[in-house]
């Protein structure tokens, strides 16, 4: 910690050197005497160059015995306005300029359907990591500033039945993995007399609407960023805002009209919070808030979403065709693959580095009337090497400044890129964890079904046997 202080006092005094008028001031209040002593260091402001001030709240403390530095507290904190950064160690405090960026959204996971029309598919009650993200090529060509992930902002509470945190990735300082928790009531369930078939249609994408990119200059051309929430008129943290969409809802239907509920498309109310629906991620949400419907889609089209369903690369793929088609670098080298493949997706296997794939049994009643079988197949990967692969994928969306990185030369951007990395294994110290269950209600289907994952979300994929007609 003390490394990082040293790093941040010299550039404050970069910037004061350059910025005569800027200064950092606290109050500073004692008891005792140097043999043993506490003192505390509050009201923390800093005058801008234009004589602007800008407050912290929070206090750092120092004691002394026999007169010597004994222990100190830290303060790191935004100031009240989020323009400037502060970093605090007893009475010495250093402040660097500061940013926030509200990007439209983040897709954070796909739950892929499963085979068998009472299966289901989703989250376990548990830890367990999401995807791995850096923003190291966002903005307009030209940007030469160098990211690294610094600190942890969200807000409190999710929309959805998870906890949703983010961690610093081990052993990479420009990206942030999400961790999950508590997700076991995210899933998909088929609950259907129709086909056993997979129709990826169907497959959930799972979108968060309120992003927020808090950047902190670090140096010349050096940006730290931390990722969190979109700010209350009250200055703290909204909940996290995620949304459950059906890939089939966001795609053109015969009449050329998206047909995502209005549940959805419009304002989200979560803990006395009025958080935003999906319309406003969209070009032209003109009847959002107070008007949408069903059939005006708040005046969101399907190409509002083309980026989103862009994410899940097995939109027209066929119940049998193998997710291993959509690897750059093939299904052979996927299979175990090495830190240098390509593989958005990977079997499974029954051991790290072994040959036989998972397989789980899709199976319905024996008989008209007698009881559906459902076969639960959990996976964890905690005990599995983590391997960084060499792909990733973007997501470029729009975004909005809520306060400027002064003299970043940022404000001009056009364009804001979340990047996306393939991994297997524990990323952060936390498994990846999924859960499957596969029944059907068809009267003597029997097939073993392959199990995928995708090393983007970390979710399981299917694929049905070909040329088995039991669970049509």
Known sequence: MRTEKVGFAALAVMIFTTLSFAQVSHTSSCTGTCEDEQCTYSNWAYTDSGKVKHSFNGSDSETLVSCKFIHFTDLDTFSTDHEYYLQAIGPTGSVSASGILYPAYKVVSIIYAAPGNYSSDGFTNTLTDGSTAGIGSSFQAGTTETYSSGFSIFGVGSTMSWSFGASATTGNSTTVTDTISQASGVSLNNVSTNSNAIDHTQDFIVIWVNPSVTLVSAGTSAVDYGIGTQLQSSGTAEAVDTLEVTAKTMMANSSGASTVPVAILGPQSYNGETLPGLATICANHSYYPNSCTL??????????????????????????????????????????????????????????????????????????????????????????TAETLSESISLTTGFSWDVMLAGSGLKSANQFTWTDTESTGSVSGSSHQMSVTLSSGTVGCYEYVPIFMDTIYHTFVFQTETGNTSCP
């Open 295 to 384: 059939a005006n889609q708040c005046g969101c089209v399907p190409s509002d979403f083309t980026a989103i369903l862009a994410t899940d690369p097995l939109l027209s793929y066929s119940s049998t065709e193998s997710p291993l088609n959509a690897d750059t670098s093939g299904a052979t080298a996927c299979t175990n693959p090495s830190s240098t493949a390509k593989c958005r997706f990977v079997p499974i296997m029954t051991q790290e580095n072994g040959t036989v794939q998972e397989t789980e049994l899709l199976a319905g009643p024996e008989c008209s009337g007698c009881d559906r079988p459902a076969n639960t197949f959990t996976q964890t990967d905690s005990t599995q």
